[in-house]
Nanobody
Framework: QVQLVESGGGLVQPGGSLRLSCAASSSIFRFSTMGWYRQAPGKERELVADITSGGGRTNYADSVKGRFTISRDNAKNTVYLQMNSLKPEDTAVYYC??????????WGQGTQVTVSS
């Protein structure tokens, strides 16, 4: 598996912003599509956004389109999720992952995002 460490989560008020980071253990990262996922209490894990290996194409869930931006820095083996205009419905544990890990259902610890007044 490729080890992934998510960071940057926290408690934020509605309308606020957070920037999540995901650091990969291997330079193989640079060849792989990356995705951000989230899981809210009592709900299924869902894909939030993904980005191709070179960063040229991105995809977003309808619920976050226009508010979230995924990006990557392959020199740093890191993918980011900039989250703006946060809503309480965005509260979840956020994970990053790549296809090889998904095939084995391997996930990191994630980072908690809580949007609340």
């Amino acid at each position: 598996q490729v080890q992934l460490v998510e960071s940057g989560g926290g408690l934020v008020q509605p309308g606020g912003s957070l920037r999540l980071s995901c650091a990969a253990s291997s330079s193989i990262f640079r060849f792989s599509t990356m995705g951000w996922y989230r899981q809210a209490p009592g709900k299924e894990r869902e894909l939030v956004a993904d980005i191709t290996s070179g960063g040229g194409r991105t995809n977003y869930a309808d619920s976050v389109k226009g508010r979230f931006t995924i990006s990557r820095d392959n020199a740093k083996n890191t993918v980011y999720l900039q989250m703006n205009s946060l809503k309480p419905e965005d509260t979840a544990v956020y994970y990053c992952n790549l296809p090889s890990n998904l095939r084995g259902n391997y996930w990191g610890q994630g980072t908690q995002v809580t949007v609340s007044s």
